[in-house]
């Protein structure tokens, strides 16, 4: 396999711009290993060589494929890592997502070289059986498409081989901030496409975008084009705070105070189309010092720690709400409701279902904010209930309208069945569960004994 890759890779060489050619194939190869002068980079033929080795070395960790192909028509690699033994988690239940792109401006180097960075990372965690990172691949699936400027980065330049400025060309209000090269339209460029293309195909459920460049040491959310902060601003400003108080000093703000207004970018589509939480991880420019020689791992390790705190906990970047008490009276229907998640969720609903899955009864529309527990009523008739039914909680991942709706079932043990003093029945614990039926039946059997013996 890698006789055949070498080969492929030689014939690919002798097609790249003189520029490109130039580098020291030796020296590239071995990025990011020994320290190394930043302004040495990574060249598209000696990732292609190093993610070909990885997937072939790494099968259990490591799946590769291609989100389409540059304008020159090199591959967009994305490296997949996950525990591909399991379709699921351990617990059987799905698996989080994560999408990471680099390398959009050709000449930013340590973006791109955070990207390979953070996959490299969790393959070597992986082997050497770090538990932290055993458990996030376990758990979460992570999709790094390294470079998607091939074309740029092999000739050192920001733009495409069109003279193009990809994180200009996504259809998310597409030219409407002073800019330059935004192309002549929304994906007119067959990198963005492709990005597009991937994130609309195979992460849609990504709770964590991460879009990595370089120039200014900062992290950047949404919006771009506006100064105001986006809906799931308490999410943002959670993970702000928190990353502040765990982990670093990096600044975390709305990219359009934070740098400038900038429209059709990565980031403000993958968050207002796509309904992601994203962000525009900034290293700052220092790869351009000469004669700075440092280890990458060590160059970027602030860095790692922050994509670590990100991934890691990639579990609390949506709302979770969880049903902890549901109770039922003849007029009346209450339910408790906690969100162990750091987003707000809106247009929520509780609902019951037939036993054909026929909607029986959907409540008012409810919000509930991050981090918080919430007491609902309902005005409710409860003679439609279906006693072979179950209750569904439908609700939005976060406040963007973009954002996935999930739908989840109520546990059946915490729904309550609580009826009138008429009906001889005070308390039910589980909505028509067996024991309810039990205990109603040895209630009503003792009302007719007293009842006996008092005409005796």
């Known amino acids: 396999m890698r006789t055949a890759v070498g080969l492929v890779i030689c014939l690919l060489l002798a097609g790249l711009p003189t520029a490109a050619a130039q580098y020291d194939p030796t020296r590239t190869h071995a990025w990011p290993g020994e320290p190394i002068d930043n302004h040495v980079h990574l060249t598209w033929a000696s990732l292609t060589l190093d993610v070909n080795n990885w997937a072939e070395d790494h099968p259990d960790v490591v799946s590769l494929t291609s989100a389409g192909t540059s304008t020159l028509g090199k591959t967009l690699w994305v490296v997949r890592l996950s525990d591909w033994s399991m379709e699921t988690k351990p617990n059987g239940s799905a698996k989080e997502i994560v999408y990471i792109d680099g390398g959009h401006h050709g000449n930013e180097y340590l973006g791109t070289a955070l990207a390979y960075l953070t996959a490299k990372t969790y393959i070597n965690g992986w082997t050497a059986g770090d538990e932290a ?43 409407t901030c002073p800019t330059t090269q935004p192309g002549s339209s929304a994906f007119s460029e067959s990198e963005t496409a492709s990005n597009s293309a991937y994130m609309n195909t195979h992460v849609t459920d990504a709770d964590l975008y991460v879009t990595m460049h370089t120039g200014v040491w900062i992290m950047l959310y949404p919006w771009g084009k506006w100064p105001e902060q986006p809906p799931d601003w308490e999410l943002f400003h ?18 359009n105070q934070g740098l400038y207004p900038n429209c059709g970018t ?17 290293t700052d420019d220092e790869q351009f010092v000469p004669g700075s020689f440092e280890a990458l791992e060590d160059r970027l390790g602030e860095e790692m720690d922050v994509m670590h705190y990100l991934i890691e906990n990639v579990w609390f970047w949506r709302a979770r709400l969880s049903v902890d008490a549901l109770e039922v009276s003849e007029d009346r229907i209450t339910a408790t409701v906690h969100n162990l998640g750091h987003a707000s969720t809106a247009n929520a609903t509780l609902q019951h279902l037939d036993e054909e899955g026929n909607v029986r009864w959907t409540s008012p529309l409810f919000n509930v904010n991050a981090t918080n527990s919430t007491t609902l009523s309902f005005d409710a008739n409860p003679t439609w209930i279906d006693p072979d039914g179950h209750w569904n909680l439908n609700y939005q991942k976060r406040v963007i309208n973009a954002a996935t709706w ?9 729904v309550v069945l609580v009826e009138s003093e008429e009906a001889g029945l005070l308390l039910g614990t589980g909505l028509f569960h067996p024991m309810t039926s039990l205990l109603g039946m040895v209630l009503i059997g003792w009302g007719r004994g007293r009842r006996q013996d008092a005409t005796v």
């Not at 959670?238 to 990219?255: G, K, T, Y």
């Not at 999930?406 to 915490?414: G, I």
């Open 133 to 175: 990172i055993v458990e996030t691949l376990q758990n979460t699936e992570l999709h790094i498409l390294i470079m998607l400027n091939p074309d740029g980065n092999d000739i050192d330049t920001r733009w495409n081989i069109n003279q193009v400025d990809l994180n200009r060309n996504y259809d998310h209000y597409w030219n």
């Open 238 to 255: 959670f993970i702000r705070d928190d990353v502040h108080e765990q982990v670093s000093p990096i600044p975390i703000q709305n990219a």
């Open 266 to 282: 990565s980031r403000d589509y993958g968050y207002g189309v796509m309904g992601f939480p994203t962000f525009t991880f900034e």
């Open 406 to 414: 999930v739908n989840e079932t109520v546990e059946d043990d915490l």
